[in-house]
């Protein structure tokens, strides 16, 4: 096999790269709860359709309402929020993740996510009261056998998901 040599000047790129690397981590990481807005508010206007025409439609509004940014000097553009480091909530799995840390999640000592007070009154106003009871968490947590839910229990610091738990399976 021939050895490929590489171009003794790479300065072109290196300097597109370094100055990415700097943009990302110049920035500090927040919550990013425009695609859990825009899922949500599709979801509340489609009810009562078949789910997977409701999950089609939540995505063709988050494709032409979200916001695009296109940062200088990107070659490759476009990220999935519309924060170049943002936590991307999606409510429809685990809205109950950012419950119980929502008013920690800034401060933690591991990974801080800053979170606007606007995100916030998303959050409770819209988010929350929308999907509690019926995210795949949820439902994961439901059904859970009650030896794994004890074993799950023992296992964590937190107790939040186990009441959470019995609150959805009290609902059935």
């Known amino acids: 096999m021939e050895n490929i040599k590489q171009p003794e000047e790479t300065t072109s790129f290196s300097w597109r790269v370094e100055k990415a690397k700097e943009r990302v981590l110049g920035i500090k990481p ?7 807005r825009i899922l949500t508010e599709s979801f509340m206007q489609t009810e009562g359709e078949p789910v997977v025409a409701r999950k089609a439609k939540a995505f063709r509004e988050q494709c032409q309402r979200k916001t695009v ?5 990107e070659l490759i553009v476009g990220c999935i929020g519309s924060r170049m480091r943002g936590g991307i909530l999606c409510p429809d799995a685990c809205w109950p993740i950012l419950d119980n840390e929502l008013d920690t999640i800034s ?3 591991q990974d801080p ?3 606007t007070e606007d995100d916030k009154r998303v959050f409770t106003n819209i988010v929350k009261p929308y999907w509690k009871g019926k995210s795949a968490y949820e439902a994961w ?10 074993l799950r229990h023992a296992t964590t610091s937190q107790n939040s998901d186990t009441n959470l738990s019995r609150e959805s399976s009290s609902k059935k």
């Open 113 to 115: 996510f800053f979170i």
């Open 107 to 109: 401060t933690r000592p």
């Open 69 to 73: 940014s296109i940062w200088d000097d």
């Open 141 to 150: 947590l439901a059904r859970m056998p009650d030896d794994i839910a004890r």
């Open 30 to 36: 927040s919550m990013d709860l425009e695609n859990a």
